[in-house]
């Protein structure tokens, strides 16, 4: 199923760091507050979080936040394996820093 993500990025230049957030099971990737707009709890934070020289992904599961899917299905090892798909979307990006 496809997985709706937000990415926020740091200005400037260079290869950033980047924390990957997962909800818990009954939110999405905006967190608690208001929804869909990103000012949620999430959205706010990945703001300073920026301020701090960090890039963040955070992704909703499957079935939330406008991921497909049922939500019905979720186990801890589809949540698994869709924090995987992001790692490896994330890797992919020319602004993020691999290296760990």
């Known amino acids: 199923h496809k997985i709706a993500g937000t990415l926020t990025v740091p200005t400037g230049n260079g290869k950033f760091p ?41 992704i909703s599961t499957g079935g939330r936040g406008g991921s497909s899917g049922d939500f019905r ?6 949540r698994v394996s869709e924090a995987r798909a992001a790692l490896g979307w994330l890797i992919e990006q020319q602004k993020i820093d691999t290296v760990v």
């Open 73 to 78: 299905d979720m186990t801890l090892q589809r």
């Open 18 to 58: 980047v924390i990957l957030m997962l909800h818990g099971m009954s939110g999405n990737r905006h967190g608690p507050g208001i929804r869909g707009d990103g000012r949620g709890l999430f959205g706010r934070t990945v703001q300073i979080f920026a301020a701090a020289g960090i890039a963040s992904l955070r």
